[in-house]
């Protein structure tokens, strides 16, 4: 069965400094990788997805990630974050013998002026 | 296009009570999914339609849980009698296909059973 751990619960930063968000997973089948974002108040949005190919994946609102089959990773990092990136941010991987998205337990991004 | 509505936003109903939810997918979307997060932890799985058959209901709680979706178009979720431990926020989601085809989700019911 799959899982994903989110190994931070919250990751506090100041405006325009880098981040990253840390994702690992656990299959043993391919799958396929994604970040979904919740901003105050709303759904789940998609951020960006690794199906297959170039293990850099880029999203929207300049984050990207990468896919690390040897470590069963796939980090989320930007480069400069803003004000209206804090959210909850969710990791979540499908595949196998099930369709179901098995998510992490999200990491909550507070960014500070 | 449309997204996934649901509806209600919130209800605050007594513990015994009955609580209908409802959501909306993406138009030609064949696939409908139910999540569940309870406060603090992770967005749980309860079920997934193709159209209107249960694909996988193995994560639904209970049997004082039931959905539906006749017609293969909208669904319902159906807590009789609600307990305390029901309240969280309830997730609907559509996909146009399966495997690497993304979740596109609904803002969540609210629901709170005191």
């Known amino acids: 069965a799959q899982s994903v751990t989110q190994l931070d619960s919250q990751v506090p930063v100041f405006e325009e400094a880098p981040v990253e968000l840390r994702c690992n997973y656990s299959?043993?089948?391919?799958?396929?990788l994604f970040w979904y974002v919740q901003y105050p108040n709303q759904g789940l949005q998609l951020l960006l997805k690794?199906?297959?190919?170039?293990?850099l994946v880029k999203g929207i609102n300049g984050f990207e990630a990468e896919f690390n089959k040897s470590q069963t990773s796939f980090h989320l990092r930007k480069p400069s974050v803003h004000i209206s990136d804090t959210a909850e941010y969710f990791c979540?991987?499908?595949?196998?013998?099930?369709?179901?998205?098995?998510f992490g337990t999200g990491t909550r991004l507070q960014v500070f002026p | 296009e449309a997204g996934v509505t649901q509806f209600p936003s919130h209800s605050v109903i007594e513990k015994g009570q009955t609580v209908t939810l409802r959501c909306d997918p993406i138009?030609?979307?064949?696939?409908l999914y139910w999540y569940r997060r309870v406060m603090g932890k992770e967005i749980k799985f309860l079920l997934h339609?193709?159209?209107?058959?249960?694909?996988?209901e193995s994560g639904m709680p209970n049997n004082r849980f039931l959905a539906e979706r006749t017609g293969g178009t909208y669904s319902t979720l159906k807590v009789q009698p609600a307990e305390l431990e029901d309240s969280g926020v309830y997730f609907c989601?559509?996909?146009?296909?399966?495997?690497?085809?993304?979740?596109?989700f609904g803002n969540g019911t609210r629901l709170t059973v005191t």
């Open positions: 339609f193709v159209k209107e058959s249960k694909q996988d």
């Open positions: 138009s030609g979307h064949d696939n």
């Open positions: 979540a991987v499908r595949g196998g013998n099930t369709d179901k998205l098995i």
């Open positions: 989601a559509s996909s146009q296909g399966q495997g690497g085809s993304p979740l596109h």
């Open positions: 299959s043993s089948v391919s799958v396929y």
């Open positions: 690794y199906l297959s190919g170039s293990t």
